[in-house]
């Protein structure tokens, strides 16, 4: 991989961005308000990180992501991510998510248990909410008990996780109450 660089990219949920540096992909944002909007965010989270072309191994997994997310099937599993600002914990909740397959959810609880305690429900909860990797790493297949959707912290919260689990063809999920706003 060559240096630090970001790049905005447009996709059928949007225009999404993704950073890389020379041990792999470092952050994948989904669409915010505007593309001002992802660059602020993108800069405070990678300081002195300049927008850039992607180099063509970036590129194909753009190409990826946006077949993705037009409903085509694809593995995003074997990408590589540079998790070296990532939290012990944090990592492992994402392995353990990335091997949810496109059309899959697996529950909070089932990734806490598959970490040895279904304790840490929550604190996977908050690990996925923290994830640097939007759809390489597929928070938005962890759902909460009973296919309640639970959270999710991109632009546009719980209907955002929706639209990308229709896209996937993901089972139905329970009507968004009130409360899982």
Known sequence: MTPEGFELFDTAIG????????????????????????R???????????EMTAPHEVQ????DIQRLLTGQTRDLSTVSLDMSRVPEFDRQVYME?????PGETLTYGDIATRLGDVGLSRAVGQALGRNPFAIIVPCHRVVAAAGKSGGFSAVGGVETKRRLLEIEGARALHPVLPWDR
């Open 15 to 38: 225009r999404c961005a993704i950073a890389w540096g020379p041990s792999g992909i470092i952050g994948l944002k989904l669409p915010e308000r505007n593309d001002g909007a992802m």
């Open 40 to 50: 602020a965010r993108l800069r405070t989270l990678h300081s002195g990180m300049q």
């Open 60 to 63: 194909a997994v753009v190409v």
């Open 97 to 101: 998510t990335r091997s949810i397959p």
